[in-house]
């Protein structure tokens, strides 16, 4: 199992700048890709950026050249620099780890783990 806290969230003005930290616990080296997911109100969760174990990037269109995701596979930290934020920027970010582990019958599965979430607020 992996264990994910988010931490960096706040108030933040339009243009500034934020950085967002996950750290990761328990089963860390069978950790693959992590990701950023934002929730805003009243709407579905998103993909915001992810990256694989050697590096390899992915995001949404909306915060391309904005938003820059990275991890500290040493260290067991994820991280999203967000620069030029935006007021629809604003939601709940979640931080997200897929791992590998072995069930009960010696199967190897892919699991999930979410962490609980860190509130981002851009003002106008």
């Known amino acids: 199992q992996v264990q994910l806290v988010e931490s960096g969230g706040g108030l933040v003005q339009a243009g500034g700048s934020l950085r967002l930290s996950c750290a990761a616990s328990?089963?860390?080296?069978?950790?693959?890709?992590m990701g950023w997911h934002r929730q805003a109100p009243g709407k579905q969760r998103e993909l915001v950026a992810s990256?694989?174990?050697?590096?390899?990037?992915n995001y949404a269109d909306s915060v391309k050249g904005r938003f820059t995701i990275s991890r500290d596979n040493a260290d067991n930290t994820l991280y999203l620099q967000m620069n030029s934020p935006r007021p629809e920027d604003t939601g709940v970010y979640y931080c997200?780890?897929?791992?590998?582990?072995?069930?009960?019958?010696?199967?190897?599965?892919?699991?999930?783990?979410w962490g609980q979430g860190t509130q981002v607020t851009v003002s106008s």
């Open positions: 997200e780890a897929d791992y590998i582990y072995l069930n009960s019958v010696g199967v190897w599965e892919v699991g999930r783990s």
């Open positions: 328990g089963s860390t080296r069978s950790i693959n890709t």
């Open positions: 990256i694989t174990k050697d590096g390899s990037t």
